[in-house]
């Protein structure tokens, strides 16, 4: 049985016209989901991004959520839902600009699967691709990384598979609900990734494979994951704008380069002259990764040990340039990150990666609706 503030940010994730953006702006005013779903109509009016006719929908959608349908499914499906404040809530989905407010889950996201690695590419893969997406995906979940990606056919497929013969872990983010098998030819796959990884969705029980919900889900990809590696992509390609969130996300993007008379390559070979890395095998990608890598390993080791005495940052930990500004503009009010960013002298994708890397250090945390606070 579900907790009632579970059953409310689930509620809230139900009304249409409340998406992740809106959302966030509705928290940072009322502080919780039940106090957004009791609002008024005037005080909902008056929240930026809404104005009085989307709060007039909210107001009357908001009363015809299928809650009841909802939490059956739920139940017949053996789904979990995450609201954005718990502490199971992947914390590099919560680092992006608009992180769904609830994740359906089917299956479990371990802390371990902060190291992540994305794979995509076309659905119209060649065996080149294939075999390359077999190659990356196999050589990552042996150095202990979990493989993230989007359960289509071809390129996401073949890295799904692939990690879970090698033993590995794997992610499918889904762009559709947890009770609908889309492509329905890898019914059997998405039953082992449930077992030895997970499936996640934003989109409610119920919700079809609509082609508008894709280029939706794709910042969960790359949200959920340290880079992003692109094997054959047209220029008209999903994968591609998974590029663009990784980029506006502050992830690393990576690419294998394809022939040049395929249109497949067309989006690869462009990607690499555009300055992501070419990629061969999983080392080139792990050298990219290994500074937040060993961050990572190094604060869970930390963890593992008895908590010492606090000390000065200076003594405790060594700041580069970027972090010790970005921290310096961080008082010990709460600071939305617009504020951060126009403070600082660097770009929002690099300042939502410091702010990750400070996030890692436990020197600061994030609440929600993107405001952070030093510890």
């Known amino acids: 049985m579900l907790e009632q503030e579970t059953i409310d940010w689930l509620k809230l994730s139900l009304v249409p016209e409340i998406g992740p953006m809106r959302g966030l702006k509705l928290l940072e005013k009322f502080k919780s989901p039940q106090a957004i779903l009791r609002a008024p109509l005037r005080e909902l009016a008056q929240v930026e991004n809404v104005g009085k006719q989307v709060a007039e929908r909210i107001v009357k959608n908001r009363e015809k959520i299928d809650l009841e349908n909802q939490l059956k499914l739920i139940e017949e499906n053996k789904v979990k839902i995450i609201p954005l404040v718990n502490e199971s809530y992947p914390e590099q989905l919560k680092a992006t600009f608009d992180p769904p407010l609830v994740l359906f889950v089917k299956g479990e996201i371990k802390p371990l699967d902060y190291f992540s690695v994305a794979i995509v590419g076309t659905r119209l893969a060649s065996v080149y691709g294939r075999q390359m997406s077999q190659k990356l995906s196999g050589q990552l979940v042996e150095k202990g990384l979990t493989v993230v990606s989007g359960g289509a056919r071809g390129i996401d497929t073949e890295a799904h598979k692939t990690a879970l013969r090698a033993g590995g872990r794997t992610i499918a983010v889904l762009g559709c609900g947890l009770d609908i098998t889309y492509p329905s030819e890898n019914k059997r796959l998405f039953e082992d990734i449930s077992k030895n990884g997970a ?8 919700t079809k494979p609509d082609k508008i919900n894709f280029p939706i889900r794709n910042r969960i990809i790359s ?138 250090k436990k020197l600061i945390k994030q609440l929600p609706g993107k405001i952070f606070a030093r510890i």
């Open 223 to 360: 949200g959920l994951s340290l880079g992003v590696v692109v094997i054959e992509a047209p220029f008209k390609s999903g994968a591609l704008i998974t590029v663009r969130h990784a980029i506006e996300q502050g992830r690393e993007v990576f690419s294998v380069p394809g022939e040049a008379d395929k249109f497949t390559s067309c989006g690869t070979n462009q990607l690499i002259r555009d300055g992501a890395k070419l990629v061969e095998n999983a080392e080139d990608i792990l050298s990219e990764l290994q500074a937040v890598i060993r961050a990572r390993m190094n604060e869970i080791k930390k963890e593992k040990i008895e908590e010492p005495k606090k000390q000065s940052i200076e003594l405790d930990l060594k700041l580069n340039a970027e972090e010790q500004e970005v921290y310096n503009l961080i008082p010990e009010k709460n600071t939305h990150i617009d504020e951060i960013a126009d403070k600082s002298r660097l770009k929002i994708g690099k300042v939502f990666s410091v702010l990750t890397r400070l996030e890692l």
């Open 199 to 206: 499936l996640v969705s934003e989109f409610p029980l119920g």
